[in-house]
């Protein structure tokens, strides 16, 4: 099956190399297709790492092992093959990830921990260990190729590769973030089939790299939904190789600590967007922005209900300003909520104010707005001052002939 | 638009008259239709009533004044208008409300408390009081008729009536149960748009009668979903009329407690049944059995996950025996599981044991099974003896097309 262009596709940015990352890639040949699909990143001494990982209680040994190897802060490679999430596979499947990681660290004269590896694509099949071994090495002895080679080679069902960057001053030098990322169905907080992963030339410690991802990761990666089903493999890894010549950032103390953190959310952000842009059969970019909440956990939740709620996303697919099926949601989410304080408004606008019907609620700029590429919804529970943002996209045919039209 | 009725559909089932209980029906116009929509039903005096409501936060005015007048334990009449759901409509909703109650109860000579009424339709517009005031007249005065006709008449989107009975010998004398149901879409447990109604001749005391009708609901309507969407207004009540000359069934310890119990749930979940039968676009009713789960709680919510799940629901709409996504919902219920320990089977084959794909699996049968209209998904987590089983139906592009290309 050969997959259309998501019409909320963007072209892959002109991103900046960043030194200590060197990318290459091969072809494992893990399904059936002539593309490359093992990526390998290898990274400069004394790179440090920081991750998140998804919270599926059936996680993959990818996962596991990147878990527990994250504790040492310190990354010399990363190894991410597409087309076999090799989860699901008990021991065969862990013997698979070793296998890769003793490669690498053989090749680089390395510890086996420093080398993380995702795998995404098929469940149930162990990775094919003689297809790994091979595919390492061509990929080892590859010339360097581009980001979005790498962006290309990760991807599954992604029907573009997706890429984004920034920058930030340190220390008076520029350092540079760069991301890649893969996802587009099977995406909800905590995760979903996600891989994404940043590199900078920044020197980061450890210990800050994994505070600043994670709370970029709170209000990015875990506030995008497209089906609320979460994968086994989700993974977001941070690179830091430390080559910019910029000071060390120790901790949130450290000069241009604030600069990072905000260009490594930025980096985050437009990732989690270009997911959903590329969320299955999507045709419109929603963002629920959720204000007067209990606390911003609670805005959070709320706005999830409302995301992954298939009457709300059918309706907007619809272009239909159903703010009744918002109520619902709103309702159904068990978070602290009064019926007689909601409003809500799309694009706006609002339809319905402290839990009535607007007066003389003019449905035409509304019922413009949802004609849109982008739609805005707005919900205001008037009861406290939590706010959050989640982003998802509307639920359509695509989806369904995406999932069910077609084996997978 | 006119709805194709579902190929899951059952023939409304001959059902007995209940003493004590009589149904009459008028067309109040709340829609630009020309049909009954609304049903007015006589109860005995004496007549017992137990209920259970929706747990959204944003529920109607007609579920608040059945939460409170439930505690009285005694019903005189039910009122159901279909066409508009009366909620998010503040206090003119609640006068609507209360207008039909005072109407009535001034007919009937009873406390205006005694009087239920329900609502389902579109959410956000005041129940027209001019309306339901000349609807109520016309059918206090009306003929009587069929259960059919009143589950015709309180239906919306519903593609086909729906009705269910059962009987249960009392102190020696048969008892009968009969109940009508409306709901296809917005369905989840805490009940979704979804009004049902169940009519007994036993004489039930309004306590007992309320602990059955909560146990009953716990494996039956708060065991299904199509949508995992919750309405404002679900409702499910029950009346006894009474009049069957049984002994009064007092508590548990009373002579044909564990008897008309038995026949309560068999009825509740015919009905709960019914409705998943009518889930907007269904193609499959899906019965998902969990066990070996950490308590039965933790298997319900396991169960939901995967009867949530729009991959797993696109998979089986597509006759794909995809157990990848049955371990990917399971892994995101959040509920104890051990991913070593898990087993997975369609139609009594199992597909994966303890982990690890059977070896030597054989898709052929389980794909014939998947061909069905009746799919069977088990799932084991093998590490305890907590046990569920809940019901939904596939995600299809029917589903869509309900709920998007058409205006609700």
Redesign the interface.
Known sequence: MELETSPLALPFPDMPSIEGATVRIARARYKDWDRADLTYIELAEGTSVAGVF??????SSEVELGRENIAHGTARALVVNAGN?N????Y?GREAVEQIMAQVASHLQCPAEHVFVSSTG????PLPKDKAREGVNAALSASPCTWEDAATAISTTDTFAKGAHASAIVDGKTVNLVGIIKGS??I?P?MATMLGYIFTDADIAPQFLQAALETANASTFSCITV??????SDTVLAFATGTSGAARIENHDSPGADAFAAALNDVCRQLAHLVVRDGEGASKFIAVRVTGAASDESARKVGLSIA????VK??I??E?A????V??????????????K?SIGFGGIWA?RN???VDNYDEGPVAEHLKGEHIDVAVDLGIGNGRATVWTC????G???I??????
């Open positions: 998804t919270k599926s209680l059936c996680a999430a989860a699901f596979t008990g065969h098929v469940i149930g099949v169905g099977m909800a905590d089906d609320g089903d979460t994968s086994t992954n709620s298939p009457l059918t309706a697919a619809g239909d159903n703010w009744g099926r109520v619902m949601a709103v309702g159904k989410a068990g978070e602290p909520a009064d019926r007689d909601l319905a839990g009535l019907p509307d639920l359509t045919h989806y369904i002939a999932n069910a039209d077609y084996r997978s």
